[in-house]
């Protein structure tokens, strides 16, 4: 069965049948994405929900949860939708279409939105999960394809995860022993982040094997930093053909000190798993104090772990192998979503107000804005839901930018965030003036960038590491293929807002890997985006 809007379809495979004929969306994830597609229908056809429940004879709550992807649907409230949002949404014997964005630009964007919850700090959450014998209960969790791919590999491992809740929850509680036998392959060599089950089942298993990890491509990224960071612990890992096959030595001293050869923000959160199922106490070197990692520290608080230095790049947990708690928890705003917000409205030259930004992992990213001339705003701090992230409301105002004197290039926190990086570009290119962008940390990732040139911009590539970028752009419609990097393709999205004319991006289904809903959530900004597939 496919299910499409006007432009929009996907297939729908393997759904579970209730006696009824109804479709049973809490138990196979793809019927999400129904939800998803009837969302943006009735967006397009500016409805609320409210009143596509009274076409269709339902309540808003039930519609609410539909587009949420956590209510059975039937067959027949499939049809009187289609009625109702002017749309064929059921369609038989059709393979899935390739997903595109056409961006009618060059207008102007208003209001107000929030910061979603973090992509990277759900994943962190998730697989540290995996070390609680209790039951971990997580809020407002981002509903996006990484998240589902590991919440795949999960299940497929008997972890029971079960959504719930208006507010995207989600609850997990995981077996005394786990199937790792059963491991979903698919889903995990789509995602870089099956690496992180490495730290977690250190404590479990004497030996056990994992996919080979993927992810977007950024060119050579190498797992030794994290093998480096988990030798300690006693893992030895032996690649063979897709898989990894881990071992571990249990005979280590209970006191261990770890220095990590690279500060990064998986590679940390590995360490820090690892030291958090062993009894004993262990001093991380070198850790990344990053929002992700921040996020992690403070669950394991939750679970009776000790984390001394959180924030900082030495860390000090006393951990324990017996780890039983029912827990519930927050992961903190993203401040990558944040910084994609906010340069939706510089780059349109717009006022917007972005809620809920993290400011502790943006002071960076807003100071360098500052010294390109934006005129912005602040409000006074508030507290996230976890009780410890710090919060404000920053609003942008239509500026007159310059390039910066320096180079804009990224560090480890507290610096410049590396995934902030990419939207250095098309700001840039916006601002009178000549701008060096030195993406050190990634081999191959600039090069996407320079397809800002399909829509006007003076983007160059001086290496694989660098580029120069000359501004103001006159922006100017254009049809570009997707990057297969989550950050590039965004950042050729937002330049489409501000290009004047239709632009096409084509193959973006790479954006739903990192985002819920981005195109939803900037038309409610004012931006004209429709989705089609063809």
Known sequence: MAI????????????????????????ADPM??????IRAARVDR?????????RVGTSQSAINRIEQGSQNISIELLARLSVALKSELISF????????????GGQKLHGSIAVNSSKNGAVALLCAALINRGTTRLHRVARIVEVDRIIDVLRSMGVKVTWYGDDNSVEIVVPEDLNLAEIDEDAGRRTRSVLMFLGPLIGRFDNFSLPYAGGCDLGTRTVEPHLIALRPFGLDVEATTGWYRASVNRDVPSELNVVLTERGDTVTENAIMAAAVRDGVTVIRNASPNYMVQDLCFYLELLGIS???????????????????????????????AMSLLTAGIVTG??????????????IELATLGEMKLRYSQTAEYMAHNGRTRLVDVTVYPSEL?????????????GLNIDNLPFFVVIAACATGDTLIHDWVYEGRAIHLTDLTRLGAQVRLRDPHRLDVTGPTHWSGAEVSCPPALRPAVVILLAMLAAKGTSVLRNVDIISRGYEQLQERLISLGASIETFRD
């Open 4 to 27: 499409s809007t006007d432009t929009t379809s996907i297939d729908i495979i393997g759904p579970a049948k209730t006696e009824t004929g109804s479709v049973d969306i809490t138990a």
């Open 32 to 37: 999400r994405q129904v939800g998803a597609l």
């Open 46 to 54: 500016k409805l609320t929900q409210a009143q596509l429940a009274e």
């Open 93 to 104: 014997g059709e393979r899935p279409k390739t997903s595109h964005i056409r961006v009618h």
């Open 307 to 337: 984390v001394e230095g959180i924030g900082t790049t030495t860390l000090r947990i006393t951990g324990s192998s017996s780890i039983n708690a029912d827990v519930d928890y927050w992961p903190s705003e993203d401040p990558v979503e």
């Open 350 to 363: 717009s006022e917007i107000t972005v809620t809920r930004v993290p400011i502790e992992f943006m002071e």
């Open 402 to 414: 310059i390039a910066p004197i320096d180079k804009i290039h990224p560090m480890p926190f507290p």
